[in-house]
C-alpha cells in the first residue's frame, strides 16, 4: 500500500514586538528608502523578555496539533529545524517536546540554514512513505535577532525573529509530497557564516571584542547563488513531478529579498499574484520564513484542496531545497479515517505503540516519585553499607 504525506495542522508565531525601518534609521546610517528598494522589508519582529526559539516553536505547534485535532503524545518525531537554538547542548528539540507534553516521543534539530524547514519537511516525508511512522510534527523556528550585530548596516537590517509548524499525517489519498530536491555547496560555507563560538574557535576575549559571535555574510554572493537555485530547483521539481509551473497555484519562496523572489518567478514565468510575499512584515526569519508564508498562505483562502504549490528555500551551507506538494482536502477526523481503513496487522501496531508509549510515560512519572519517596530509604541503607565491620579480635592468649 502506497503511503502519502498529507498536511494536516499548521501554525505561527511572532512575537509583538516590531522593529522598522525608521527605527533602524536611529541605529545604523541606513534608511528606509534603502531597505525598501534593496530588499523589500518595512519590519520585522524581535524577540520581547522572556522569549526565545523555543517558546516560540512550542507556540507554533500548539496551533499546529489544535488545527490537526490531535494531541502531543500522538506525534510519532519531532523535528525542529533551527540555526539558533537556546543551548548548543541540549537539543532544542527535547525542550520543546516536554514543553509540548510529548514525553518519550523522538525528537531532533535539524540545521541546514534557512533551508531547515524544507530539510525536515522532507525528512518527514521519508518516515512516513517508509511505514516507520504516521504523525510528524516540523518546525521552522528562528531568534535570529541575537546572532545579528546590530551595528553592522549589512546585515542587521534583513533579519526577524518567528516560528511556524506544521503535522505531517500519513494518508491513502495520493497526494501531498510529489517530488522534491534537496542540495547543499559546502565549498561556499563561509559566505554566510558565525565565525566563532563553536570548537574552531571557542569562546575567547576576541569573539567578545570583535563580535565574530554574530553572523557575517557575502552578501552578493549569496545574492547571486539565491537567484540561480530558486529558479532551476523549482523548474526541476515542477518537472519531477510531471507538472508545468501553470499548474503550481501558488509558489512560497524563502523571504530573504524580495528582488531574488521576483527574479525567481520572473525566470519561472509567475505573475507575482501566484507568489506568496510577507517580507515587508517579517523580513527574513530564516528557516521559519516559508512555514510562516505557508501558514499565512492558508489563513488568507490563497491554497485550496487540489492545489500544486512550490516552496523553495536557500541558505547558509550553502544549501538549497524544493518541493512540489499537491494539497490534499483536509478531513475533519483524519486519524480515524486513517486508522479505520488501514488493515488489521497495522491498526494493531499503531493501538499497541499508543499503549506502549503511555505506559513509557507512566512508568518515567513512577519512577520519578518513587525515586524522591526512598531518597531517605537510600540515605538509611547507604549509611548501613559503609558501617565498618568490627574487626574480629585475636583470642586472648593468657600469659602464665
Ligand atoms: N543601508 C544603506 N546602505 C547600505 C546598507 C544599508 N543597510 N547595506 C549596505 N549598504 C551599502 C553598501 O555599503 C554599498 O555601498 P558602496 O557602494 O558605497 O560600497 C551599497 O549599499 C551597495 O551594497 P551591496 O552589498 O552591493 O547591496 P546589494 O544591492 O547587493 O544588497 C543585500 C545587499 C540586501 C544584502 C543583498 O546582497 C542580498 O539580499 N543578498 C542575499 C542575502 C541573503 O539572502 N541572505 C540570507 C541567506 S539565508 C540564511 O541562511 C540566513
Redesign the pocket.
Known sequence: MQRYSRITGWGMYVPERRLTNFD?EKM????DK??VE??GIRERRIIGPGETTRTMAVAASRRALEVAGIEPIDLDLIIAAT?SPDHLLPTVATQIQADLGAVGVPAFALVA???GFMYGLVVAHQFIASGAYDRVLVIGAET?SKAVNWED???????GDGAGAVVVEASQTPGGLMSFELGADGRDWDA?MIPAGGVAHPPDMEMIEKKLYT?R?N??A??RF?TRVMTEASRRVITQAGLTPDDIALLIP?Q??L??IEYAAKKLGFPMDRVMVNIDRYG?T??ASIPIALVEALEQGRIKPGDNVVMVG????L?WGAVVWHWQPVETDTAAILVEDWPIPQRLQSSLRRVRTQAWNARVALSEKATLALIPLYTWTHRLKKKVPRPSLPPIVKKK
Request: net charge positive; hydrophobic share 45%.
Open positions: 533602524l545604523v546610517d541606513t534608511s534603502w531597505i534593496r530588499t540555526s540554514g534557512c533551508t535570529i548596516r549589512t546585515t542587521c537590517v534583513l533579519f554566510l553572523i555574510m552578501g552578493r549569496v545574492f539565491a524563502h530573504a529579498n528582488r531574488i527574513n530564516s528557516t536557500f541558505g547558509a551551507g544549501t
